[in-house]
Antibody, heavy 123, light 108 residues
């Protein structure tokens, strides 16, 4: 069974940095694109970054985090990383990692998801 | 940038009834629309992918349909465990962004 588990969340001051990890198991990690999605308290889901399976050169970011967050992966360790810099109160959220699955036309849906890790940015 | 708008924001129904949730795209999209269910304190769970395909383990009372800009998720015969928040999601070909609707809360 494919599983994902995030870690690294916590309380950080405004302007600080945090590094999130997502440990994958139960599937061939390098064969799948991966994404980070966040959810602010009481709000909806926001995609923030994607990375292709075999090529770390294929990376995409939401405008809200471009230039501040960096997504990367270590296929040897089955691990997905999100380096977050210059954090603001608006970055306070639960951060989920999810696997990107391919359908008949393209890779377009997310399953499974991790349980999430809470990041709180204090002002 | 594609915007997904879900309606209604909140849907109040009783167990056993039929729920119809809508997701409208700001421009014509391919069939790559997915639906997720999220309960409080839990991660989203994939229900439907590519408009109408049920994910593994999802009961047959969940069905999806649509094309172009209009998509629906139907839950036939609501079970008490179905009361949750539902999101639609699309991934565009270019830019490679993933977009979620704002969610529909299904409540008793």
């Amino acid at each position: 069974e494919a599983q994902l588990e995030e870690s690294g969340g916590g309380l950080v001051q405004r302007g600080g940095s945090l590094r999130l990890s997502c440990a994958a198991s139960g599937f061939t990690f390098s064969s799948y694109g991966m994404v980070w999605v966040r959810q602010a308290p009481g709000k909806g889901l926001d995609w923030i970054a994607s990375i292709r399976g075999s090529s770390s050169s294929s990376i995409f970011y939401a405008d809200s985090v471009k230039g501040r967050f960096t997504i990367s992966r270590d296929n040897a360790r089955n691990s997905l990383i999100l380096q977050m810099n210059s954090l603001t109160a608006e970055d306070t959220a639960v951060y989920f990692c999810a696997r990107l699955n391919c359908g008949t036309t393209n890779c377009n849906y997310l399953d499974p998801w991790g349980q999430g890790t809470l990041v709180t940015v204090s002002s | 940038e594609i915007v997904l708008t879900q309606s209604p924001d909140t849907l109040s129904l009783s167990p056993g009834k039929r729920a119809t949730l809508s997701c409208r795209a700001s421009q014509t999209i391919s069939s790559s629309l997915a639906w997720y269910q999220q309960k409080h304190g839990q991660p989203p769970r994939l229900l439907i992918y590519e408009t109408s395909n049920r994910a593994s383990g999802i009961p047959a009372r969940f069905s999806g349909r649509g094309s172009g800009t209009e998509f629906t998720l139907t839950i036939s015969g609501l079970d008490p465990e179905d009361f949750a928040v539902y999101y639609c999601q699309h991934r565009s070909d270019w830019p490679r962004a993933i977009t979620f609707g704002q969610g529909t809360r299904l409540e008793i």
